[in-house]
Nanobody, 122 residues
Framework: VQLQASGGGLVQPGESLRLSCVAS???????VGWFRQAPGKEREGVSC????????YYIDDTKGRFTMSRDKAKSTVYLQMNSLKPEDTAIYFC?????????????????WGQGTLVTVSS
C-alpha cells in the first residue's frame, strides 16, 4: 500500500509541470493533499481536495497558478503547476489526510507518498 508521486523536473521560470500521485493497492478516494518542502524550510501544505465533494483549497501563493484534480478510476490525483517561480522549488509530496476535511498541517497526514523534486531555475 503506497502513494507514488512523479512528474517533477527542472524547468525555467514561467513554465509548467504536472505532478501525478498514484495509489497502489487502494482506491484513492480519501481527502488528499499536496505538500512541499523547500531546502531549509518546513514542509507545508500546498493544495488539498476533500473526499466528500472534491472541494479544493490552495495556499495563497499558488492560487490561480496551481490546479489539483482527481481521477478516481485511476486512483490518481494531479497537481497542474503553471507559471512556476523559483520559490516553488521544493520536493513535492502527496498524502492522504486523516478524516474528511482538508488540512495543510502535516500532523494530520495519514499516509505520505514518496516525493518528487521540482526545480525552477533559469
Amino acid at each position: 500500500v503506497q502513494l507514488q508521486a512523479s512528474g517533477g523536473g527542472l524547468v525555467q521560470p514561467g513554465e509548467s509541470l504536472r505532478l501525478s500521485c498514484v495509489a497502489s493497492r487502494f482506491t484513492l478516494d480519501n481527502t488528499v493533499g499536496w505538500f512541499r518542502q523547500a531546502p531549509g524550510k518546513e514542509r507545508e501544505g500546498v493544495s488539498c481536495m476533500e473526499k466528500t465533494d472534491s472541494t479544493t483549497y490552495y495556499i495563497d501563493d499558488t492560487k490561480g497558478r496551481f490546479t489539483m484534480s482527481r481521477d478516481k478510476a485511476k486512483s490518481t490525483v494531479y497537481l497542474q503547476m503553471n507559471s512556476l517561480k523559483p520559490e516553488d522549488t521544493a520536493i513535492y509530496f502527496c498524502a492522504t489526510i486523516k478524516g474528511a476535511y482538508c488540512s495543510g498541517d502535516p500532523h494530520f497526514v495519514y499516509r505520505w507518498g514518496q516525493g518528487t523534486l521540482v526545480t525552477v531555475s533559469s
